[in-house]
């Protein structure tokens, strides 16, 4: 277990290094059917080499010093058997336009990933019930990627390497539907179609692993290259 609480750290500091979270944000992994590892309940770029990370059950109460708003994981690991990270964060793009309670239509590559759409929770209070995270990840529905309005957003992929690849996606299109608001020509431009989506948003080629060596290049915990 040792060796996912590295890689939970890991991404902690990751996703603080490239602005995707601040003093809040957190991050998980599965452990296995009924358990994850959290992050600790502090500013992610902050996480010390070696620091604990929490068990916390997929089912039940939260441990003593979770943060609330770990319920959003606990649902996604409940609903998803297959979800193996999880990444709550306030990208500043993904804010802006989580804002104005909209959500980024599929424009570019990294948006296919989040076919057949991002959902939108447009409850603008802290999700710290489980009545508001069921709610929370209903609208999310089957996409890999949510935004809160007001605040921020949380993404779900097959392993938490993947999950911070995909905040890291989620923010980007943002970027990318902001920009096309700001030209006046996002109602002329059409969105990806579905199936085009679905085809484009492949595994191979590494894609995942190439952006999480992006992400955590030069952490402290990742172990050194061979001569």
């Keep these: ?11 902690a500091r990751a996703l603080g290094r490239a602005g995707l979270v601040h003093a809040y ?7 296995d059917e009924d358990h994850f590892l959290v992050c600790p309940a502090r500013p992610m770029a902050q996480v010390a080499p070696g620091e604990a990370c929490t068990l916390v059950p997929v089912r039940g109460p939260l441990p003593e010093g ?6 959003l ?3 996604i690991y409940a609903r998803r058997p297959q979800a193996g990270g999880v990444v709550r964060f306030m990208g500043p793009q993904l804010m802006v336009l989580a804002a ?28 710290r019930d489980d009545e508001k995270a069921a709610g929370a990840i209903d609208a999310m529905g089957e996409s890999a990627g949510l935004l809160m309005r007001g605040n921020g957003g949380v993404v779900a992929g097959n392993s938490l390497e993947e999950a911070t ?10 970027r990318i539907e902001l920009a096309a608001l700001s030209s006046g020509l996002a109602s002329s431009a059409p969105a990806i179609a579905q199936e085009d989506a ?17 992400l955590t290049a030069g952490d402290p915990e990742l172990a050194a290259s061979p001569n």
């Design 1 to 11: 277990m040792e060796e996912l609480a590295k890689t939970v750290r890991i991404a």
């Design 73 to 75: 994981h606990q649902q």
């Design 66 to 71: 979770v943060l609330g708003e770990v319920r």
């Design 100 to 127: 104005l309670g909209r959500v980024p239509e599929i424009r570019h590559g990294f948006g296919t990933y989040f076919t057949p759409r991002v959902g939108l929770w447009s409850d603008i209070q802290l999700v």
């Design 25 to 31: 944000g957190h991050c998980s992994a599965r452990v």
């Design 165 to 174: 690849g995909l905040a890291f996606y989620l923010e980007d299109m943002c």
């Design 198 to 214: 679905m085809r484009r948003a492949t595994r191979a080629g590494l894609i995942f692993e190439r952006m999480w060596d992006h």
